[in-house]
């Protein structure tokens, strides 16, 4: 099937294992090889072959991932990056020029903030930020002329706010400015922002996409043509390309999302239940509740509601952190997407530097992403994480 069929006739799962790569006709090799090569032979002055011509530039390994990611985000092109913060700082070079405006969440992941905050504002582009569940906000932050993005994350971390990405790509076009949207806690499969009005999809693929806590990498897939072109030119001038191991890795990782991204709702969905009413809960937090200020907008735009899931325990930040201790199927760490359950305390670990400041995250917040191991064990687990934290020993 050729590359046009796979994005308009397959479904989700047959794209992720079949789009971006041919079996090798040489060998019939069924997977990518992983191409440790720096550069290719030429024949004759120019003659490239299959245009490659050194592995900055292009290396089938990573090509064969970047037709896998525009076909799952249903975009023109897909880019990847050594990280999702190297897919944000070219993206950010591709579009703005110093003096330009970028809006973002208020509530953005802390990488991303600080990218604008003390890295491209020494450049000369400014940046606002709004929250992304209030679309007059983020249409009161935008500067007509001078804002060239609006970046939006949608579910957010770690309060899973929820973005109306139509609403939201209607704003910013009539501004003249691009929607980017961070994907990275909603993966191609739960949410494909670019058939919404989206102009450019952001990944940190360390996430859900490669979903096996063992490489870091990012992606930038876009729809328009000149765009593309743009970040071609960037991605090759700046360098920031992730290694073919990398590719491979983050590739074999995409092939299984469809199936890992079900299991992790169905968990979150067992864990919401049991927090759901548990006498030291508070509060729990998960766009698939009704009385989540931003389920109505996730039903209409995500197929299911993830596998982050944060929740409030009565007992203040020392109760938090004695659950984040006590755990021990869920492991106490950062990141999140893999197929083995984290769980953490935002605001003395992933958020800590915003404490003091308006982004500041409760002290009895706890964050889990919800891994792929039995659902009863995860349950129990958290059971006696918050039992023992009740008792006080
Ligand atoms: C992790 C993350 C990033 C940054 O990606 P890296 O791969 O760590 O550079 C960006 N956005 C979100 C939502 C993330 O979770």
Redesign the pocket.
């Not at 050594?82 to 944000?88: H, I, R, T």
């Not at 952001?202 to 996430?207: G, I, P």
């Given at each position: 099937m050729s590359e046009q069929q796979h994005r308009q006739k397959s479904g989700f799962e047959t794209r992720a294992i079949h789009a971006g790569y041919e079996p090798d006709p040489t060998t019939g090799a069924v997977i990518p090889p992983i191409y440790a090569t720096s550069t290719y032979k030429q024949d004759g002055v120019g003659g490239l072959r299959g245009g490659y011509e050194y592995s900055r530039s292009a290396n089938p390994t990573r090509t064969a991932l970047e037709g896998a990611l525009a076909a799952l985000e249903e975009g023109e092109r897909g880019f990847a990056f050594?990280?999702?913060?190297?897919?944000?700082d070219t993206l950010i070079r591709s579009v703005c020029r110093p003096g330009d405006h970028a809006v973002i969440p208020d509530d953005?992941?802390g990488?991303?903030f600080r990218l604008f905050d003390k890295v491209e504002k020494v450049w000369g582009l400014e940046h606002s930020p709004a929250a992304v569940s209030d679309v007059d906000a983020v249409r009161a932050a935008i500067r007509p002329g001078q804002t060239k993005l609006v970046w939006v994350?949608t579910p957010?971390?770690p309060l899973l706010n929820i973005g109306d990405i139509e609403a939201l790509a209607a704003v910013a076009h009539d501004a003249g400015a691009l929607l980017v949207v961070?994907n990275?806690?909603a993966s191609p499969y739960l949410q494909q922002p670019l058939t919404l009005g989206a102009d450019v999809v952001?990944?940190?693929?360390?996430?859900y996409c490669g979903g096996h806590s063992d490489v870091?990498?990012?992606a930038l897939v876009v729809r328009d043509l000149d765009l593309a072109e743009q970040v071609t030119f960037h991605q090759n001038s700046m360098g920031a390309v992730p290694g073919p191991f990398d590719a491979f890795l983050t590739h074999r990782g995409l092939k299984t999302l469809g199936v890992r991204m079900d299991r992790h709702c169905d968990n979150a969905e067992r864990v919401v239940e049991f927090l759901t009413g548990h006498p030291s809960v508070h509060q729990v937090i998960y766009p698939g509740l009704e009385e989540h200020p931003g389920h109505r907008v996730a039903a209409k735009q995500m197929k299911r509601f993830g596998g982050m899931v944060s929740f409030r325990v009565t007992g203040g930040e020392a109760q938090a952190l004695a659950v984040c201790e006590r755990a021990e199927v869920f492991t106490l760490g950062e990141?999140?997407?893999g197929v083995e359950s984290l769980i953490e305390h935002p605001g003395r670990m992933t958020h800590a530097s915003v404490a003091g400041t308006d982004l500041e995250v409760p002290a009895d917040l706890i964050r889990l992403s919800v891994g792929i191991e039995t659902a009863d064990d995860l349950v129990a687990d958290l059971d006696r994480a918050l039992a023992g934290a009740l008792a006080g020993d």
């Open positions: 050594a990280s999702g913060l190297a897919a944000e953005a992941y990488g991303t994350e957010t971390n961070d990275t806690f952001l990944h940190s693929t360390t996430k870091v990498g990012g990141s999140l997407g």
